[in-house]
């Protein structure tokens, strides 16, 4: 090919091929950074409803609280019409003046003390429970923070790639 225009056209043809491949680079990195930033709303979501489930969780805590406060101030209402102290229910129920106010102390009593150990074991069951939801909530929104920021980082990369990409694009195509 006379007068160098051999060497002219393998540089064109090179600088064709780099330009092909700075433009498939661009929209390589462009695809992995829409790809990582919508794993980044998707995590964000994700740790948006676990926080929200974290919040109804306190919500029920003290729902449960408030019920436990009404069942106690019942209990001492109670307590204050019969005596629960196993020390004073003999004398309690020696000064009835009749043996079926005696029973109705004693079956007064009983009901109170069961009340007492029931509402004892439902606020025990349900803290129990309330507690557990709370663990595995915190869990999530733990697990939603680590995802959030794994895909945060992988979309700051590819932004990078993408800008890196796009200097070589401009760079070829110059």
Do not use: N
């Amino acid at each position: 090919i006379p007068g160098g225009l051999g060497t002219d056209l393998a540089k064109s043809r090179g600088a064709e091929l780099g330009l092909s491949a700075a433009v498939s680079a661009v929209d390589s990195a462009s695809s992995a950074l829409a790809a990582a930033t919508s794993d980044v709303a998707t995590a964000q979501a994700a740790r948006g409803a676990a926080a929200a489930e974290l919040d109804s969780i306190s919500g029920d805590q003290r729902a449960v609280a408030a019920r436990a406060a009404r069942a106690r101030a019942k209990l001492q209402r109670l307590v204050g019409v019969a005596v629960t102290s196993s020390d004073d229910r003999l004398p309690a129920l020696l000064s009835a003046k009749s043996p079926a106010e005696a029973r109705a102390r004693l079956t007064s009593i009983e009901s109170i003390t069961d009340a007492a150990a029931d509402a004892a074991r439902d606020w025990s069951r349900r803290r129990a429970e309330i507690d557990g939801r709370t663990d595995r909530a915190a869990r999530r929104v733990a697990d939603a923070d680590a995802v959030v920021e794994q895909a945060t980082r992988r979309r700051d990369l590819a932004q990078a790639a993408v800008d890196a990409s796009t200097v070589r694009l401009t760079g070829a195509q110059v």
